[in-house]
């Protein structure tokens, strides 16, 4: 609690204000969400987790999309799993067994495959992933380099065939899933934290170079989530990164397919979950491209009170309180 009324200053609260009623303003009178009935989704890593969440919700607004991911049978699980829970025309979904790590040419084909039937790629969603924690020295070259070609690379690729079409018609949305590891650093993702820095850098510099052609970026980045994902992961987790985990919770996949959803209909650059995120995007913002006069209102206010004058640094530790601060983990494991 103490957080919270650390972060409320005068200051603070005429930005909130200034920031809210530049909310209104600007919801009624310049921003109409998109759409993804009738439009075309496709789906990385569709056939389980946060992928199929949002695959559903997608389906339920009368969309259409394309799963893919590297298993037949778990694409088939979720296309039948999505039939039932959303009662749609199982003509709706496409499945494209493959891996984000093949060779353009055989996405490219894969890509041409799903725009046969569901027409042009509208919204291309990226979650494909995997995070393998342990301290540094625990982890191989090789789990550095794997990680790094699916999250980062597979994001690349997959985006290098789409964008371009989506760039012909002048219009689209690519969303990416970094991580609340791609904002902060966090003891034992060494690796993960890595590629997902990588995909936040690829995804402002994206953002800036395909927004006169009418496309968004949106970079979503949850905490942890209730996926088949979480569990191998946990396997791997030295005790410190539980204990970093358990101060945020675990979401469930549907949760964060709702906000992403959301924020990628508003053409967000971050999304985020809950206040913690929103905490984090906020002092972790540095150069990401403002897309709302809230954010800007919000980081200003938050700025004039964080920024220490003299070092003219960021006091992260006011508002990152467990992320950073190994002592609090370090205490705890002597318990
Ligand atoms: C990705 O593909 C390359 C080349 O085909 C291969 O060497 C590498 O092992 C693959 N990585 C993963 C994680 O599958
Ligand atoms: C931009 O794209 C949206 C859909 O994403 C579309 O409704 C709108 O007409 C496009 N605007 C222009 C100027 O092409
Ligand atoms: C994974 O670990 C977190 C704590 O780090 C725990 O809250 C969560 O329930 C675990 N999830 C699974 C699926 O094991
Ligand atoms: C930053 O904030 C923490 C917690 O409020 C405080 O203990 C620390 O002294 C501050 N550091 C600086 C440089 O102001």
Redesign the pocket.
């Known amino acids: 609690m103490k957080i919270v009324f650390?972060l409320i200053t005068t200051e603070f609260v005429i930005w909130v204000i200034a920031a809210i009623v530049l909310a209104i303003w600007t919801a009624y009178y310049l921003r109409k969400p998109l759409s993804f009935h009738d439009k075309h989704v496709f789906v990385t890593g569709g056939s389980g987790g946060i992928g199929k969440a949002i695959a559903t919700e997608v389906i339920k607004e009368g969309g259409r999309v394309s799963l893919f991911a590297r298993g037949q049978y778990g694409l088939e699980d979720a296309k039948n799993e999505i039939v039932l829970k959303t009662n749609c025309n199982p003509n709706s979904i496409q499945i494209f067994p493959g891996d984000v790590n093949d060779s353009l040419g055989t996405l490219t084909k894969i890509i041409d495959d799903s725009e046969k039937n569901h027409g042009p790629i509208f919204m291309l969603v990226n979650t494909a992933g995997y995070a393998v924690a342990g301290r540094f020295e625990d982890l191989s070259v090789d789990n550095f380099k794997a990680m790094m070609s699916v999250n980062f690379m597979g994001t690349v690729s997959v985006s290098k065939v789409v964008v371009p079409r989506m760039k012909n018609r002048g219009e689209g949305v690519v969303v990416l899933f970094g991580s609340q590891a791609g904002l902060t650093g966090i003891f034992g993702y060494t690796a993960y934290a890595a590629t997902k820095f990588a995909l936040r850098g690829f995804a402002e510099a994206l953002s800036m170079e395909v927004k006169p052609y009418n496309i968004s970026v949106t970079l979503a980045c949850p905490p942890d989530t209730d996926t088949p994902g979480l569990i191998m992961e946990n396997k791997t987790k030295p005790k410190e990164t539980c204990l970093i985990s358990d101060s945020s919770g675990v979401l469930p996949a549907q949760d964060v397919a709702k906000q992403t959803l959301e924020d990628a209909k508003m053409k967000r650059f971050l999304s985020t979950n809950g206040f913690e995120g929103k905490i984090l995007t906020t002092v972790c913002c540095g150069m990401a491209p403002i897309t709302s006069y809230f954010e800007l209102a919000i980081q200003k206010g938050m700025k004039s009170k964080d920024l220490?004058k003299e070092?003219r640094?960021y006091?992260?530790?006011?508002v990152s309180w467990k992320w950073n601060d190994n002592t609090i983990c370090h205490s705890k494991m002597k318990v």
């Not at 006091?315 to 006011?318: G, I, M, R, S």
């Open positions: 650390d220490d070092s640094k006091n992260l530790t006011k």
